[in-house]
Nanobody
């Protein structure tokens, strides 16, 4: 399984970006997907997740500003990021859950994700 993340860039505070992550393979719809981020000098942290049945979860820091969604026909998961803040600056990674068919369960635990994309840089200027 390969994951290709894109959509990062430089944006002013208050702006928006939409990240995309395309997965290879035929079983995309079976698995939950997650977005994580890592800022310079900090550990990678959970941002958002979506289950195979499209249940969602968000970190408190992004709740109300970010929206995760998926398009199984395109093997793609999205992260719509609005009202961006300088503290959102990080490399954003998409990842695929290691277990299929969790249905309504989403996980914030990085160890539960088996495959990772290469990351896309998001920089928010003040």
């Amino acid at each position: 399984v390969q994951l290709q993340a894109s959509g990062g860039g430089l944006v002013q505070a208050g702006g928006s970006l939409r990240l995309s992550c395309v997965a290879s393979g035929r079983t995309f719809s079976w698995y939950g997907m997650g977005w994580f981020r890592q800022a310079p000098g900090k550990e990678r942290e959970f941002v958002s997740a979506i289950s195979d049945s499209s249940s969602t979860a968000y970190a408190d820091s992004v709740k109300g500003r970010f929206t995760i969604s998926r398009d199984n026909a395109k093997n793609t998961v999205y992260l719509q990021m609005n009202s961006l803040k300088p503290e959102d600056t990080a490399v954003y990674y998409c990842a695929r859950d290691r277990a299929p068919f969790r249905t309504t369960i989403t996980t914030m635990d990085q160890s539960e994700y088996e495959y990772w994309g290469q990351g896309t840089q998001v920089t928010v200027s003040s």
